[in-house]
């Protein structure tokens, strides 16, 4: 058999318990998290200009893992940076390029997201990419900024299988509209609250009486705790969660969180509002272990707060949201980031890998199940309506 089929017939059979029905974001049957409305796609895309590329590498039975990569805007970021900031949950992560962004509050390269290992491969692309462009021929000096989870559960981590070219491909496929959630790209092979983690996304859309700002995040999810859905103790109902079998039962790993918006916000309030992810995280059941690098890069598509790379001015005006302002888009990155977890899980698929371990996806049925008896009116699996055909006038 010929090794792109052989590709295919593996992963067909590494995901056929769940296959059986299209994996759904958790909305789509009946459960809202917090009280805005997310955008048109739920997805970081919603913030105008915000462009993802994702790429998959499943191949044999060990290789689980890929590359997101997540692109503040097409075109070339090093002449033009965005506004950014990093808040650190836990740092027990590889998350290169984190000073720079502190020191000096901006990104010049796409985002990108890769198992750990992986990282330096990812660092050097970005590299590659950012000299692609003929305008910065003369640049010397690049930091990129590239996130990780260990996958090294499902996948051969240790055969670094992710090469320049994939992360190059991840960024040059970017782009707006639905993002693909689950075992994609980064999250091929990551696991969360002991079940199959992954890719997932959301985004919430300010009134107009609040500046109509959109929120939008991604997250790569690979650590644990105790699973709860909007209030629901599912992890515990499940019987499965952090030291409920043994105490060595690790919830080690990992959680990157990308928050995007087009608010006007300098590197300050965003640092405020990449803070206020880790509070969806903890929503979610997340307990931010030692093991765990749990991060939240947030940045500002506005264009009138890009920061050129070279200027004739020594002032660079700013107008930016006010601080008493800032509070509805903290709820926003909390509820967002909270439901792109949630997504995360919903859309992931039971997955074989290395060693032939096994990591099932969540069990749709049972948890809907749950949240019926707690008084939720979910609907059936198969009913339900996909995020992208509900009007949120």
Known sequence: MPARLLTIAVLLLACLPACAQQRRNLRDYGVAIGVLQPG???????????????????EGEDVR????????????????????????????????????????????????????????????????????????????????????????WLNDIRGRHVTKQDVLDAIRSAQGGPVAQGNVGAGTGTVAFGF?????????????????????????TNFGGVLDIDGVPVGKLLHK????????????????????????????????????????????????SNGSGDYAIAFSTDQALRVPHESKSPLQPMTVVRNDDMSPLFMAAIEATEEAILNSLFHAETTAGRDHHRIDALPIDEVLGIMRQRGYGVANPAKAVPAHAIRHD
């Open 196 to 220: 199959k983690g992954g890719i997932g996304t959301s985004s919430r859309k300010l009134p107009a009486s609040l500046g109509g700002y959109t929120v939008g995040v991604l997250v790569q």
């Open 40 to 58: 048109k796609w739920n997805a970081i895309t919603d913030v105008p200009g915000v462009l993802v590329g994702q790429k998959t590498l499943v």
């Open 65 to 152: 893992t890929g590359v997101t990569a997540i692109l503040p805007y097409a075109g070339n970021i090093f002449r033009d940076k965005v506004p950014a900031a990093v808040y650190v949950g836990n740092g027990f992560g590889k998350l290169t390029g984190t000073t720079q962004i502190a020191e000096l509050g901006n990104i010049e390269t796409p985002i990108v997201l890769t198992n750990t290992l992986s990282v330096p491969t990812a660092a050097d692309a970005l590299i590659d990419y950012t000299f692609s462009f003929p305008a910065n021929a003369d640049v010397m000096s690049v930091n990129p900024v590239v996130g990780e989870t260990n996958d090294g």
């Open 241 to 288: 969660y952090y030291l409920s079998d043994k105490l060595n039962d690790s919830p080690d790993g990992s959680c990157m969180i990308v928050v995007a918006t087009d608010a006007p916000l300098g590197s300050r309030n965003l640092g405020r509002l990449a803070k206020r992810a880790m509070l969806g995280l903890g929503k979610t059941g997340g307990i931010e």
